[in-house]
């Protein structure tokens, strides 16, 4: 099991920039797949982006060329940075971990991007 906890949301105006973080609370080595979710009120929880254990990624139209994730194996920590932030961005972000036999979900995050 890992319970996982984000960090770094807030309030930007557009175009502005964020960078996300989640804390995992064991070696995240042998993770898989990490990702980024977000959830609009109104919503469906959605993905945002993934990343593996070699570093390959995936991410939602949305966010592609803005968004970039990136995970620190020896820090036990998976980041987003988000560029050129829109409105439309504004959700609370949660961090996924996927294991062999679960999926586990930290408390979220709030993004909030507005002038």
């Known amino acids: 099991q890992v319970q996982l906890v984000e960090s770094g949301g807030g309030l930007v105006q557009p175009g502005g920039s964020l960078r996300l973080s989640c804390a995992a609370s064991?070696?995240?080595?042998?993770?898989?797949?990490m990702g980024w979710y977000r959830q609009a009120p109104g919503k469906q929880r959605e993905l945002v982006a993934t990343?593996?254990?070699?570093?390959?990624?995936n991410y939602a139209d949305s966010v592609k060329g803005r968004f970039g994730i990136s995970r620190d194996n020896a820090k036990n920590t998976v980041d987003l940075q988000m560029n050129s932030l829109k409105p439309e961005d504004t959700a609370v972000y949660y961090c996924?971990?996927?294991?062999?036999?679960?999926?586990?979900w930290g408390q979220g995050t709030q993004v909030s991007v507005s002038s």
């Open positions: 996924n971990a996927r294991l062999t036999f679960n999926a586990y």
């Open positions: 990343i593996t254990s070699g570093g390959s990624t």
């Open positions: 064991r070696s995240i080595f042998s993770i898989y797949t």
